[in-house]
C-alpha cells in the first residue's frame, strides 16, 4: 500500500459501478470500438483510477463527474465482443482520496492521494461472525459468479471488501461502504446488510 501522504497524477474514469481493493470488476462498454484511452493503458502497463459517477441534472458534456473516493486500478483483459459492446476486466489496487481533477479532452486527470483504513484494533468475534455470514452469502451467489472462484479471505480488510464488492447492493450504498475510514466499520455495516439479505432469502 503506498503511504497515505503521497500524491499522484491518474487518468480518472467515472463508471456506473464500485471497485473495491484487491477486488474484479468488469466494465461494460457501449460501442463497437475500445477507447484508444484504455489500449494504452494495457500496452504501458499503467495504473488508472475508478469512481462512481454522481448523479448530475446537467446535459452537458461535461456532466459525468466522479465520486472523490474512488479506486486506483489495472486493466487485466480488454474482450471484444463484436455484438455492439466491449467489456474491460479491472481489479482493484489502493483506495484514494481524489483532491482535483480536470478535463482533459473527453476524458478526466486527476491529482489523487492514496487513503488507507485507519489503524484499529478489530473483535475478533465481528471477524468471524462476518467471515461465516460471508461464506453464507457466498453460497447464495450465481453459479456463474466470479466470486465462487474465490475462497474468502482471512485478513479482515481484505474480506470487508470482499464483501462489499459481492453485496447485492446499489451503487450509492456500495459506495458508501467504499468511504468508510476503518476496516471495523465497514464490517460491522457490511454484518447487518448480509443479516437482512439472509433472512429474506430464508423467508421465500
Known amino acids: ?3 497515505s501522504r503521497e500524491t499522484v497524477q491518474l487518468p480518472i474514469f467515472p ?20 477507447d484508444p484511452c484504455f489500449e494504452d493503458l494495457v500496452r504501458l502497463d499503467m495504473t488508472l483510477s475508478v469512481a462512481l459517477r454522481r448523479a448530475s441534472d446537467d446535459s452537458s458534456k461535461h456532466a ?16 471484444r465482443s463484436g455484438s455492439g ?6 481489479v ?36 468471524d461472525e462476518a467471515r461465516a455470514l460471508g461464506s453464507e452469502l457466498k453460497s447464495t451467489l450465481p453459479g456463474n459468479h466470479h466470486a465462487l472462484d474465490q475462497s474468502l479471505p482471512r485478513d479482515p480488510e481484505t474480506l470487508s471488501y ?12 456500495q459506495q458508501e461502504l467504499l468511504e468508510l475510514r476503518t476496516t471495523g466499520t465497514r464490517l460491522s455495516k457490511e454484518v447487518s446488510h448480509i443479516r437482512v439479505i439472509l433472512d429474506a432469502l430464508r423467508s421465500h
Open 92 to 127: 482493484g489496487v489502493s483506495r484514494i482520496h481524489l483532491l482535483s481533477y480536470r478535463h482533459n479532452g473527453k476524458h478526466l486527470v486527476g491529482q489523487v492521494r492514496y487513503l488507507p483504513d485507519l489503524q484499529e484494533s478489530i473483535p475478533t468475534l465481528l471477524v
Open 64 to 79: 459525468v463527474e466522479p465520486h472523490l473516493i474512488g479506486t486506483t486500478a489495472r486493466i487485466l483483459d480488454l474482450l
Open 162 to 173: 470482499w464483501i462489499a464488492q459481492n453485496l447485492p447492493l446499489e451503487p450509492d450504498d
Open 1 to 3: 500500500m503506498p503511504h
Open 15 to 34: 463508471i456506473r459501478g464500485v471497485l473495491f481493493p484487491g477486488m474484479r470488476l468488469v466494465l461494460r462498454l457501449a460501442g463497437d470500438a475500445v
Open 85 to 90: 459492446s466491449n467489456d474491460i476486466v479491472l
